[in-house]
């Protein structure tokens, strides 16, 4: 999917083309679509990184453009369902902001639903709102997982419906690389805040500094569990 967004009297509306304050949503690019991004002006390591499913977290700048790629939950359905984490890339350019994931992600649904004004005009602020979205969907499974695992502990074999002991290896496995993609994420909100991304807004700011703190105490909180299975 390539798509492009812009917010028009507080509702996101698909435009033709690229302008000032537009959002640039890529899902799964086909060949076709992945020619769409060689005109925005961006390194294409940029948009090739957060396809790599194996890609780490970092931030990096080059040409005028900055990509802070980090990893979200992804939950895989079937028979062997379990929580992954897959790389979102944010690529700040000269004007607009570019998204770019593998796979289809909520981001946003969530973000039409936000009850503070929310505009695309508004960049800093549509970062913030994106890496709210994030950090909020790893608490949440950190939180899933926690009650899976602490129900785990007290496994009564041979009880219906109760999760066996393989189930319980699953949910201290998931665990474990949801921690490591939150701790990878960490280390990139660190360094934003070493670089003062939100310095000139101070709003932005006090938002940002409180989710260091949430991805922080939940990462510890998750941590906990890990050992403690």
């Known amino acids: 999917m390539f798509k492009i967004l812009k917010t028009t009297e507080n509702n996101l509306t698909v435009i033709p083309g690229v302008v000032e304050g537009a959002w640039v949503h890529v899902v799964n690019p086909t060949p076709e679509e992945f020619e769409k991004t060689y005109g925005l002006g961006i390194p294409q390591k940029f948009i090739t990184a957060p396809l790599d499913l194996n890609e780490k977290p970092h931030i990096e700048q080059q040409a005028g453009s900055t990509l802070i790629l980090l990893r979200m939950p992804y939950y895989r ?7 992954a984490t897959i790389p979102l890339g944010i ?4 004007g607009f902001v570019i998204t770019v994931t593998r796979c289809h992600n909520p981001l946003l649904e969530m973000e039409e639903k936000k009850n503070r004004p929310f505009s695309t005009d508004r960049r800093n602020r549509f970062i913030v709102q994106i890496i709210t979205a994030v950090v909020n969907d790893c608490v949440s499974a950190v ?3 926690g009650r899976k695992i602490k129900e785990g502990r007290t496994i009564q074999p041979g009880v219906e419906g109760e999760n066996t002991a393989a189930d319980f290896k699953i949910f201290l496995d998931d665990l474990g690389q949801l921690l490591k993609a939150m701790s990878g994420n960490q280390q990139v909100f660190d360094e ?9 807004h101070s709003e932005e700011s006090v938002d940002f500094s409180d989710l260091l703190s949430m991805n922080q105490h939940f990462l510890e909180t ?3 569990l890990t050992r403690e299975g």
């Open 91 to 94: 690529i700040l350019c000269n």
């Open 77 to 83: 359905a079937g028979v062997d369902a379990h929580y």
């Open 143 to 145: 939180q899933l997982l």
């Open 192 to 200: 934003m805040r070493r670089m003062k991304f939100f310095q000139i």
């Open 222 to 224: 998750g941590l906990r």
